[in-house]
């Protein structure tokens, strides 16, 4: 199968990416067909050879995902063929938020009622992994620190009558 990908070239640090043809069996860096243009990721310049592109698509060769988003946005019509797969993720925003909620109340407060706000995040998230968890293990959990306060509610009286 024919592919259209981009390889490296360009000085360390300083990566330039042509676009290529080349057999989908062959190295990233290896031999290729035809180069059909190059993209500059720090200027996000894109060039290319659009009607030898376009024969590439007529004769079935299939972009990578990179050089499919590349060619999107740079407003080259695709094949209705072509995929485009984008990952999932939570927005960073978001995420940042709450973590940054906690330590801002933390900073607004003073003195022993700063030090109390930081524990109490950590007491809710514990609070949080114990209602996600089986209830089996809530239930295991809450007979072990039972046994262990009796442990300890034992182990101090016989201090006191030791004394």
């Known amino acids: 199968m024919v592919v259209i990908r981009l390889t490296r070239v360009g000085k360390k640090k300083q990566a330039h990416y042509r676009i290529v043809v080349a057999e989908s069996k062959r190295a990233v860096q290896g031999k290729f067909i035809s180069i059909l243009g190059w993209y500059n990721p720090h200027t996000k310049e894109l060039q290319v050879k659009k009607d030898e592109l376009q024969a590439w698509f007529d004769k079935g060769a299939m972009p990578s995902n990179t050089v499919a988003k590349l060619l999107k946005k740079e407003g080259v019509k695709l094949p209705k063929w072509v995929k485009i797969t984008e990952k999932k993720r939570a927005p960073k925003k978001a995420e940042e938020e709450k973590k940054e909620a906690p330590k801002a109340e933390a900073k607004s407060e003073e003195g022993v009622e700063a030090e109390e706000t930081t524990e109490a995040p950590a007491e809710e998230a514990k609070e949080e992994v114990a209602e996600e968890a089986p ?9 072990e620190e039972e046994k262990t306060e009796e442990v300890a509610e034992e182990v101090t009286e016989e201090n006191k009558e030791d004394k």
């Not at 209830?135 to 007979?143: D, H, P, Y």
Request: charged content about 35%; cysteine-free.
């Open 135 to 143: 209830a089996e293990n809530t239930e295991v959990e809450a007979v």
